[in-house]
């Protein structure tokens, strides 16, 4: 029922889905770490992951906090193998940091299919997740109600993602 329209359910629907587009039951998750903002939880537990991490690809709206370009070019310089995509429209603007990456030779692609980049995840060594509404920038830290979940990654679903995103900026 949408708001503004009648009260009463003229009929119900049901909508069939392939058996390959069916839900897939949620399994427990070895462990699961939820964090809010403002506040340092989950610019240090991006930080954290990314100095133990070899490899790590991360598609994000928008990068300006220094902390984490910091921990990402620690990481490059240490050897990990890193990636990014990000939103064009964001990675030119005021503050943005994504230039920093590029200089340093981390590979960046932007979206050029989609409207906007919206994601916000990052796979640590195709194992762990950070996802939610946390956008990587100072203001999300400091002044903004975000969220960030941390979580092992089971079906490997945001890597698939990750890698379809890749491919497709990559034309």
Not at 18 to 37: G, H, M, N
Not at 82 to 108: E, H
């Amino acid at each position: 029922r949408l708001w503004g329209t009648s009260t009463t359910i003229e009929e119900e629907q049901t909508i069939e889905m392939p058996e390959s587009a069916q839900l897939k039951d949620i399994k427990a998750k070895d462990w699961v770490r939820i964090y809010f903002t403002p506040g340092p939880d989950c610019e240090n537990n991006i930080v954290k992951h990314m100095d133990q991490a070899h490899y790590v690809d991360i598609a994000v709206y928008s990068i300006t906090n220094p902390k984490i370009v910091d921990s990402i070019l620690d990481a490059h310089k240490r050897g990990a193998k890193i990636r990014v995509i990000t939103d064009r429209t964001q990675s030119k603007g005021k503050g943005s940091l994504v230039g920093k990456l590029r200089d340093a030779g981390i590979p960046v692609v932007t979206n050029i299919k989609h409207r906007i980049e919206h994601n916000k995840f990052a796979v640590f060594d195709g194992k762990h997740i950070v996802t939610g509404s946390y956008n990587w920038t100072t203001n999300a830290s400091k002044y903004n109600s975000e969220n960030c979940l941390f979580f092992d990654q089971p079906d490997k679903e945001y890597t698939e993602r990750f890698k379809y995103l890749w491919n497709l900026y990559n034309k």
